[in-house]
């Protein structure tokens, strides 16, 4: 039985569309217990007017939540007993296997890092997230890629990379069922040499990664073409690019607008192409995908988007599910222990 | 009489678009004299079948030039009589006043880092480059914005972003005719101590230059939005942000693929639409801007895009002109003097 640990007060629509998506987790995941943390006498009136399975769903208290625009470090000090808090701590003290939130990106990294331990090996975990793509790939043609760190932490050296490498190929074959990710790092140009020291100091060792389908460098233009099914970056570029992402189907619309104002022939042609802007966002629906999962540590731990909806939840209960049943954290173990063999191997010993 | 230098056989269409380009702006500004630099014979056969000014245009011989795809170390290194060479060479004597190439970008950054002055109290130059944005700004309701550096160096430390910021802001007074350009840095959030350290303390340094007008830090969305005039960031986050800029028209136009082969209704609206995102790409277009613009030497370059054609090249020599008549580099020397003046009058002196 796996215990998946929800966040239930954090997020913009907490705690009515957590207690929901909770809810139908609930129904349609077998052999799994779901634990939502946060105000008990809150959570127990409103729980039962969602129809759940009672039988594998129940209430842990914490007596206050971080707000969405708390600094991380500070509300962590003030509130001890906040939901994220308790959260991590229930799956710190093995009373819980995954951790689901939808809360303060920030407060929740933290509260993760400051009471999980990182897996042998890893020296920085990362955030990673999807965004959407041309190419479809892995055995759900999922449309969409893997970009990570996008902000767990903010440097990254070398060999920071080369982990987020490893892990992000993991969870791809994982959790896309993408057998052979393309593995890629994100630099000013497709030459080796090219970029900063910590990504040319990456790319030489990426390359003797013979686990890894390492296929180089790519450039800002190959991630919405979809050239890599894993992008690695630091975790500052990455979140400028992820968020630059974000904007892009706003941009459109935006640009448009121009269009709209300026030639009524245009109109025509705008309004027809509305309704299929709004399918094309949902095709490109980060609530359809789960979350970004944070990947480094002992367990996993699946970052729903703040706005989540009840729908959103549910999915990114169901990725903490599919991580636990394919053993995320063991397979990122094992990815990184045979590089290090490699490495070692391929170290030349003294004779 | 302002001597423009033009690499003619610079760009994926030289030298006859850059012949071309040149002989059209040679008509229309006064007072500008143009050398063209490449190989005289070829330049002196094609040059008289193209209507120009033969008081204000010469032609100025290279024996070779760089390829789009050469290394620039390596090719300078074989080819000192290149076109990019021989032209900022001229600049160097005094014997031009500003460059404009559409060839090699490295290469052409290098033959003017190798020739050229800094300006005083500049640490490193910096390319800027435009992008399209929703809002319009300046007295000539510009849709695009700055960003800088785009790639004349990689990384960038506190005093480099700082001085970025006072030649990006007298490149959009001068050039774009916007008075009070709004200066932001390129962060992983708003607030004042967010980002890497380079970022933080440029932060604090910016804050207090009180002759720019510095709206804080940026985050990735905000770059489309068109929130800042002047977006400063390291010069390998800039590639790597511009790159996926100018991705965005063909991320569009792939995704709407998906629309057009799943759902006929959506068919219509796209072709209605087709024309507009025709037009859009125009109202966005890099050629009608003129190029980026290399900042902090003492002489002017003007780096047009490799795909430029004859307007476009036009459109940058006559960027060449504006920047001599304004006198940017004069303007940035000041800029930055006034920013050195600050900072010491804001240290306490010893008493």
Redesign the interface.
């Known amino acids: 039985m796996h215990r998946i640990v929800v966040d239930a007060m954090g997020g913009d629509l907490a705690p009515d569309e957590i207690i929901k998506g909770a809810a139908e987790a609930s129904l349609s995941l077998r052999g799994t217990e779901i634990i939502l943390v946060g105000d008990s006498s809150e959570l127990g009136r409103r729980l039962p007017k969602v129809r759940h399975d009672g039988a594998r769903m129940r209430v842990h208290h914490a007596a206050t939540f971080v707000e969405m625009d708390e600094k991380p470090g500070e509300a962590l000090a003030a509130k001890p007993d906040s939901s994220i808090a308790v959260a991590a701590d229930l799956v710190a003290r093995g009373e819980g296997d995954a951790l689901v939130s939808a809360g303060n990106t920030g407060a929740s990294v933290l509260a993760c890092a400051r009471r999980w331990k990182l897996l042998p090996n890893v020296r920085r975990a990362a955030l990673a997230a999807v965004y959407?793509t041309?190419l479809r790939r892995g055995e759900k043609e999922d449309?969409f890629s893997l970009i990570l760190d996008v902000?767990a932490t903010?440097?990254a050296e070398a060999d920071d990379l080369v982990g987020f490498a490893v892990m992000g190929a993991v969870y791809a074959r994982l959790v896309s069922k993408n057998r052979r990710p393309r593995v890629a790092l994100?630099?000013?140009g497709t030459e080796a040499g090219k970029?900063?020291p910590a990504i040319v100091a990456a790319h030489a060792r990426l390359v003797s990664a013979t686990e890894l389908n390492f296929i180089g460098n790519i450039?800002?233009?190959d991630?919405?073409?979809g050239v890599a099914d894993v992008v690695v970056t630091s975790?500052?570029?990455g979140?400028?690019?992820?968020?630059?992402?974000?904007?892009?189907s706003?941009?459109?619309v935006?640009?448009?607008?121009?269009?709209h104002k300026e030639?009524l022939?245009?109109r025509?042609?705008?309004?027809?192409?509305?309704?299929?802007i709004e399918?094309?966002k949902q095709?490109?629906d980060w609530q359809q995908y789960g979350g970004a999962p944070l990947l480094g540590f002992a367990h996993p731990f699946i970052k729903a988007h703040g706005r989540s909806n009840a729908r959103a939840i549910t999915n990114a209960i169901k990725v903490a599910h599919k991580a636990l049943t394919g053993d995320l954290c063991g397979n990122i173990e094992k990815g990184l222990a045979e590089l290090e063999a490699t490495r070692h191997k391929a170290t030349p010993s003294p004779s």
């Not at 979140?239 to 892009?248: I, T, W, Y």
């Open positions: 959407p041309e449309p902000g903010i440097d994100l630099s000013n970029g900063p450039e800002g233009l991630i919405p073409r975790g500052f570029v979140n400028v690019v992820l968020k630059m992402l974000e904007g892009v706003e941009t459109v935006r640009l448009a607008r121009y269009a030639k022939a245009w025509i042609g705008l309004m027809a192409l509305s309704s299929a399918q094309l095709v490109t």
